[in-house]
């Protein structure tokens, strides 16, 4: 019986494995055995490695999303916010502008613009009609339907046929229907027909037409493009140009939700997000009822004389306010006239002639060159370098008091007190009667008008300057130098708004107007008292150059001018072009207003044309009646212009 072997070492029954075999009896060397257990760890280990990779994506995809869901989440959906609404502006109500007695010369109607979404509309209906295909309803009936109804409420805004081209307009995703809609109507219209919307507007209504429509200008709706969303009424004209900022207020927004890509909006959606802070009221210093007839006499008085144009001012002596200011031709708010934008009195300019003496007549009373009695021998001309002066009438040397010198408008005695004067002492003058620079009055377009700078005088400047030649004026301006000598020698910064009324009610007063000392009192009173002789009556020793003036019961001072105008076609001084002028005071004793006229080329062949004092005494007559103004306690000394040979 053969042996039997040794026991397994893992005590297992059954032959022991053959070494160096395999299954199937095949035989593997010791290296292939080596090489078949490393790569059992090789597996595992990318097995391993995967698992890591695996577990630190989901990490990272975990902490990216709770990075945008915590973190970025409002940004996010403020974004697509943006991307599907848009704020479109509420405008605020528009302030109203009125005059110095609370009459409304500008305010605003709140009204309604209607739109229509048309590319949404055609959409809708289009699915409409994929699902009801036999309903009978189409885009077409829909829109059909909106236009008559419409064009029954807002009959005089629109008509249907107007509609329903807008409706079939194949090239616009968007369009505006009827404007100046009001908000109750519009409100009925876009409950009866969901798909038209509205926006908020204000229609600017002008109830004086043509009065003082100089002053307060024209306002108007004006599209901001590209951006159709937002829409501003602006000032075009006049103060409502000039105080836009102030009339406007803060607009208010509205958010509205837009079809995406574009910013159709869609009806329906629209929020209120802040309410619009309306703009404050312009209180102006102008009387309606001065204005109207200061506009009416002077347009009258234009066509009288035949002249091309004119303008006229009213200014309350002691506060430089400006009652009345105008030109013959006034804009018309339902039909504007680019011609008539701006107010003629403060932007055009012009040489004053002989209204301008009055600053030589202060400056030698101020210096004590003269006193009005006092005689001077004034010769028919005189030369100043090389330009001869003459008087405009023929006479040979004649004893002219001071007064008649100013009172019959003697260039060459002007002249003689003038160069007695001296020029640097007259340019000290001509810039505090306001001169050369902006009254401040706050109207557009006011001019400085001119005056040489003193380094460019000629020898013949000084020629021309004291009788009215070679600088130039505004109505305004010139009113500005007699309100001066109205107001016992101060110059007062005239104006035309008194006040701002704010939306909660408070009145807030301009900033006072500056004042200048051009004269004392004492000076001021006598050149007043000089000037009353313009208006005197009598033969040619006491008459001054405007008797037409006076005004029964009132002392009346004031001055005429006539300046040579320059010829367009020749560049030098005209024969026949002149502008006629005159200033003067109402009344002399206790100054109330100050009138100042110019007639821009009258025929001075006919009475009206050769003077503007009939003008004045029409005017002052008016404000005397309406301001119940107290007669004069006496009537003025008849002085003697000439002393009598």
């Not at 809708?124 to 064009?151: L, M």
């Not at 969303?229 to 105080?243: F, V």
């Not at 404050?280 to 091309?308: G, P």
């Not at 009610?505 to 000076?523: F, I, M």
């Amino acid at each position: 019986m053969p042996p039997t072997r040794p026991g397994r070492p893992d005590g297992a029954n059954g032959p022991a494995p053959s070494r160096g075999r395999g299954p199937a009896g095949r035989t593997y060397s010791a290296k292939a055995r080596r090489s078949g257990a490393s790569g059992d760890r090789g597996t595992r280990s990318r097995f391993v490695i995967g698992r890591i990779v695996l577990a630190v994506v989901l990490v990272a995809t975990g902490l990216k999303l709770g990075y945008v869901q915590g973190f970025q989440a409002e940004a996010l959906s403020a974004r697509a916010e943006r991307q599907r609404t848009t704020t479109i502006d509420i405008p605020a109500q528009r302030g109203s502008i009125v005059d110095r007695n609370g009459a409304k010369l500008a305010f605003s109607v709140e009204t309604r613009t209607l739109w229509a979404n048309l590319r949404l509309m055609r959409k809708n209906w289009a699915e409409h009609e994929r699902k009801n295909p036999k309903s009978g309803e189409t885009f077409d009936t829909r829109v059909a339907e909106i236009a008559k109804y419409i064009a029954k409420k807002v009959p005089d805004k629109t008509s249907e046929s107007e509609l329903l081209e807008a409706f079939h307009d194949e090239d616009s995703s968007f369009t505006y229907l009827v404007d100046d809609v009001q908000p109750s109507v519009a409100e009925e219209i876009k409950e009866k027909f969901p798909e038209i919307g509205y926006e908020k507007r204000a229609r600017r209504e002008y109830p004086a037409g043509k009065v003082g429509s100089n002053i307060v200008g024209f306002a108007n709706w004006r599209m901001e493009e590209p951006d159709q969303s937002k829409h501003n009424i602006e000032g075009l004209a006049g103060l409502e140009s000039a105080r836009n900022g102030v009339l406007t207020g803060e607009p208010g927004r509205q958010v509205v939700n837009t079809e995406q890509g574009s910013d159709v909006v869609i009806p329906g959606t629209e929020r209120e997000v802040q309410q619009a802070t309306p703009g404050s009221d312009l209180e102006l210093t102008i009387d309606s009822d001065v204005q109207y007839n200061v506009q009416r006499m002077l347009s009258d008085y234009v066509e009288k004389s035949r002249a091309d144009g004119g303008s006229a001012v009213v200014l309350d002596s002691e506060t430089g306010e400006i009652y009345g200011l105008t030109s013959e031709k006034t804009l018309d708010p339902k039909n504007l006239d680019p011609d008539l934008m701006t107010e003629k009195a403060v932007t055009q300019p012009f040489e004053p002639g002989s209204v301008n003496k009055v600053i030589t007549a202060a400056g030698a009373i101020e210096d004590g060159i003269t006193g009005p009695k006092d005689v001077h021998r004034v010769p028919g001309s005189m030369k100043v370098a090389d330009h001869t002066v003459r008087d405009a009438w023929d006479h040979g040397t004649q004893p002219f008091t001071t007064t008649g010198i100013f009172a019959k408008s003697s260039n060459v005695g002007t002249l003689m007190l003038a160069q007695e004067l001296g020029p640097d002492r007259y340019m000290d003058l001509l810039k505090k009667f306001g001169l050369g620079q902006r009254t401040g009055a706050g109207l557009p377009g006011e001019s400085p008008g001119y005056v040489p700078p003193r380094n460019q005088w000629s020898g013949t400047t000084f020629g021309n300057l004291p009788i009215g030649q070679g600088l130039s004026m505004t109505v305004l301006q010139m009113a500005g130098m007699y309100q001066a000598i109205a107001n016992d020698g101060v110059r007062v910064e005239p104006r035309v708004v008194a006040a701002t009324r704010t939306p909660d009610g408070r009145r807030v007063p301009e900033p006072k107007p500056d004042r200048t000392r051009v004269v004392s009192p004492k000076t001021a009173e006598t050149v007043r008292n000089m000037l009353r002789a313009t208006t005197q009556g009598g033969d040619m020793y006491e008459s001054g150059t405007a008797p037409q003036a006076a005004i029964e019961g009132y002392q009346i001072s004031g001055k005429t001018g006539t300046g040579q105008q320059v010829d367009p076609e020749t560049g030098a001084y005209s024969n026949e072009l002149y502008n006629i002028t005159f200033a003067g005071m109402l009344p002399a004793d206790d100054p109330r207003f100050v009138v100042g006229i110019r007639l821009d080329a009258p025929d001075t062949t006919l009475p009206a044309g050769s003077s503007a004092a009939p003008l004045f005494k029409q005017i002052s007559s008016y404000l005397a009646q309406r301001y119940e103004i107290p007669l004069s306690d006496k009537k003025a000394p008849v002085v003697p212009l000439i002393r009598r040979q």
